[in-house]
């Protein structure tokens, strides 16, 4: 069964730095392209980031660009999204999700950024 | 690039719901679609188009033409409401790209 939990979420003030992670498993996490998606309580879904499968290539939202940097490390079968100079309109749950050949299969349970001074 | 959906949909148990949802020249990216029940993560329910991820029922199913992809859910039940999402991969920017999500009401 494929599992994506993610943690690290929490509460921060406005520049701060958080590192979110997600931990994989039930399949050959080296072989799959990752993405974070993130979504405000009641809004839609907006996505963030994607990674490789080796983590030689990334792509960024508008949003996130220049400040927000994805990751992986595939021993740990974990992907990971520093996130530096947060705003307030960065609060949102942030979900991790494992990218089958260009569609969503599978998608964690989210954690939860506030960013409040 | 942009997708646009309605914001809801209200169908009686039992009968059809028809999501769409609108891009320029849509037909030409693999769209695929995903279902959030209330306090839950999204579920991948169709993708490209009109491809059934395992365990999904098939009363589910979807289609692309044109300027517009319509995902079809034939015999309703109350089990179904939900809010439910298109996606689509724009190369032109390297960006994946949500529509704004369609509320599903089963009244």
């Known amino acids: 069964e494929v599992q994506l939990v993610e943690s690290g979420g929490g509460s921060v003030q406005p520049g701060g730095s958080l590192r979110l992670s997600c931990v994989a498993s039930?399949?050959?996490?080296?072989?799959?392209?990752m993405h974070w998606v993130r979504q405000i309580p009641g809004k839609g879904l907006v996505w963030v980031s994607r990674?490789?499968?080796?983590?030689?290539?990334?792509d960024y939202a508008d949003s996130a660009k220049g400040r927000f940097t994805i990751s992986r490390d595939n021993a740990k079968s974990t992907v990971y999204l520093q996130m530096n100079g947060l705003k307030a309109e960065d609060s949102a749950v942030y979900y991790c999700v494992r990218d089958d050949t260009g569609a969503f299969h599978n998608w964690g349970q989210g954690t939860l950024v506030t960013v409040s001074s | 690039y942009v997708l646009t959906q309605p914001p809801s949909v209200s169908v009686a148990p039992g009968q059809t719901a028809r999501i769409t949802c609108g891009g320029h020249?849509?037909?030409?990216?693999?769209v695929h679609w995903s279902q959030q029940r209330p306090g839950q993560a999204p579920v991948l329910v169709i993708f490209?188009?009109?491809d059934r991820p395992s365990g999904i029922p098939e009363r589910f199913s979807g289609s692309n033409s044109g300027n517009t992809a319509t995902l079809t859910i034939n015999r309703v039940e109350a089990g179904d409401e939900a809010d439910y999402y298109c996606?689509?991969?724009?190369?032109?920017?390297?960006?994946?790209?949500f529509g704004g999500g369609t509320k599903l009401n089963v009244v």
């Open positions: 990674v490789n499968k080796d983590g030689t290539t990334t």
């Open positions: 020249n849509l037909e030409s990216k693999g």
């Open positions: 490209y188009d009109s």
């Open positions: 039930g399949f050959d996490f080296g072989s799959y392209w």
């Open positions: 996606q689509v991969w724009d190369s032109t920017t390297d960006h994946v790209v």
